[in-house]
C-alpha cells in the first residue's frame, strides 16, 4: 500500500534521525575506544615495544636500552691537596642520548678507605666516546691510591632527532713544552646554527695510560671554529700524546 504524502515525510525524518544518531555513536566509539595511539597515553599500544616508549616514541624502553660502559677511571695529582678526577665513558645506544645522567667518583687510599667523593650530572650524547672530569678535588693531607666511577640513578634514553644536537668536531691537536705543557686545538662547528659545547681533554703517556686531565666549556658560531687552550703550569712528565673531545650540549 502506498504511503501517504504525511508518512513519507515522517520516514524521512526517521531516517535523518538514525543517520544522525550513528554518526554520534560512531564518534563516541572512535573518540574512546579507538583513540590514535600517543606515546603519552599510558598504554603499549601501535608500534610500541612497551608502555610509551620504543617504536615511534622518544624513549627507549629500558628493556631495549643499553648501560652506559665505563673503559677507564684515573685519580691524577692535581696539586698540593687536590686530584682530578677523570673517565671515559662509551655511549653504546647508537643515534641515542641520555639526559641528566647522575654519577659520582670515589677516591681511595692505598687501605682501600675513602678519601673522597664528588657528584654530578652530565648529559650524555649521541657520541660514543666521552670523557667526565672533575677538577680540584679536595683530599687534604691524604694519598689517592684508585678511583671509581658509579652512576647513581638509571639513566633513560632518548632518541635523537636530525638537529638535537650541533655537529661539531676537534682539530690541530697540538700538545707541546714551553712554560709547563701547553695544549691547543681548534673547535669547529658544522652545523648552520650557533652551539654550546665542552670540551675534555686528557693527556696520555707511551703506555696510553691517562696523566693530565682538564675541561672546559665554549660558544662557537655557525659554520665557525674557535681555538681552544689547555695549560698544565706544573708540566706533565712523560705526557706524549692528547686527546680533544668536544661534547655537544642539546638545543
Known sequence: MALSWGGRRKLLYAAVAAVFGFAVMFGIYRTFFTA?????????????????????????????????VVL?????????????????????????????????????D???????ERTGTILLPPVQTIPIIEPNIDVGNRTVARAMLSFTREPYWLHAREGDFPALRTTGVLLKEGDGTLLNATLVNDSPYGAEAEVGAV????QGVALAASRTALSV???SQESIFFT?????????????IALPIAK
Not at 590514535?36 to 631495549?64: F, H, I, K, M, Y
Not at 686530584?83 to 641528566?100: C, K, M, S
Not at 703550569?233 to 680533544?244: K, L, S
Request: charged share 20%.
Open 36 to 68: 590514535v595511539p600517543t606515546c603519552r597515553d599510558g598504554a603499549q599500544n601501535g608500534r610500541e615495544s612497551g608502555v610509551d616508549c620504543g617504536g615511534d616514541c622518544a624513549l627507549l624502553c629500558q628493556a631495549e636500552a643499553r648501560a652506559p
Open 72 to 108: 677507564w677511571v684515573r685519580a691524577m695529582s692535581g696539586g698540593e691537596g687536590a686530584y682530578t678526577a677523570a673517565a671515559y665513558v662509551q655511549n653504546q645506544n647508537a643515534g641515542a642520548y641520555a639526559p641528566d645522567v647522575h654519577y659520582a667518583f670515589q677516591l681511595f
Open 110 to 116: 692505598g687501605n682501600n678507605l675513602l678519601v673522597a
Open 203 to 206: 693527556l696520555f703517556d707511551a
Open 221 to 223: 658560531d655557525r659554520k
Open 232 to 244: 698544565w703550569p706544573d708540566g706533565v712528565r712523560g705526557a706524549i700524546r692528547a686527546e680533544v
